[in-house]
């Protein structure tokens, strides 16, 4: 049987390394909100610290488009970041768009139109600004990360086998001021989360998927 962890016994775990409860011990009501709350906020932040596997997308996922609105679509609801947008040309070939920072996308004449759209601009609401705005429908797809779903207590996290006990080290690290755990065992859970963190983040890395693609 693989081996595996629960929420409730990544916090557990956590807790036992910061003397918080004894080892095996039942973790109380209290304790586990303390501790879910941060997890919560823990796996909400991995995609900044580069984490995207395995909630990095490899399947291109439709994205709709209307006529009254030409030069604005929305992505998914649980999009997050790192979008490869596509449009399907006339010989129904996948083309990558361009994405543009803001003062580049200021710069464009935004009354401009063409069949196909070939720059985007993720806006601050999210919405993808396309350019030109394209005069049919470009068939859009796009690829992202997505939002780290929320944790339950009795559930296996959404994260690789590999990555379980890391998530431990990391909560340790994050509760180990509210539990009163000495300076000398925080240092040392420090130490050793950020080890950690930075394997993990090592291999998430390697593990994103790799797209190859033949250009005309």
């Known amino acids: 049987m693989a081996w595996t962890l629960t929420t409730v016994e990544v916090i557990r775990g956590a807790l036992e390394l910061c003397q918080a409860i004894g080892v095996g011990e039942n973790v109380s009501d209290p304790k586990t909100s303390t501790c879910m709350d941060a997890l919560q906020g823990i796996v909400k932040e991995l995609p900044i610290h580069g984490y995207q596997w395995p909630q990095l997308s490899s399947t291109p996922t439709a994205i709709a488009w ?20 596509k449009y399907t ?10 994405r543009l920072n803001k003062p580049d996308w200021e710069l464009l004449d935004l009354t401009k139109t063409a069949q196909y759209p070939t720059h985007y601009y993720v806006a601050p609401n999210l919405t993808f600004k396309l350019w030109p705005a394209p005069t049919q429908d470009p068939v859009l797809t796009l690829t992202y990360q ?5 944790l339950t207590l009795t559930a296996t996290p959404g994260f690789a086998q590999q990555y ?41 890395t390697d593990q994103g998927p790799v797209v190859i693609e033949v250009v005309d």
């Open 89 to 98: 040309d006339a010989g129904s070939v996948k083309r990558e768009l361009v």
């Open 146 to 150: 997505s939002i780290i779903p929320d």
């Open 66 to 85: 209307v006529l009254a609105t030409p030069s604005s679509v929305s992505p998914p609801a649980d999009y997050l970041n790192a979008p490869v947008l």
């Open 164 to 204: 379980l006990n890391t998530l431990q080290y990391l909560l340790a690290d994050e509760i180990s001021l509210k539990m009163g755990t000495p300076q000398d065992i925080r240092a040392e859970i420090a130490a050793r989360a950020a080890q950690k963190k930075f394997m993990m983040l090592q291999w998430a």
